[in-house]
């Protein structure tokens, strides 16, 4: 059974091997269903604050590119 460290690495080098439109996109869903998912937990309505902020992340992951190998 694979450890908490060896999901972490092979999940990290699969997002890193994603293009740079899928890994904003990817993104921006992550941050998405973080957002509801808390804001069930509150009992708050955040469903277009959640999109706007995933539509925002994917936006800024995609224009900065926060991905690529530098060097």
């Known amino acids: 059974m694979a450890g908490p460290r060896q999901l972490y690495r ?12 899928r ?4 993104t921006g ?7 509801l998912s808390v804001g069930v937990l509150l009992d708050t309505s955040t ?3 959640a999109v706007t902020m995933g539509a925002v992340m994917a936006i800024l992951y ?10």
Do not use: C
Not at 29 to 35: N, Q
């Open 62 to 71: 995609y224009a900065g590119d926060v991905n690529a190998e530098d060097g």
């Open 47 to 49: 469903t277009v604050y």
């Open 29 to 35: 869903v992550i941050v998405t269903v973080s957002v």
């Open 23 to 26: 890994y904003a996109l990817f």
């Open 10 to 21: 092979r999940v990290d080098d699969w997002a890193r091997g994603l293009s740079r439109l």
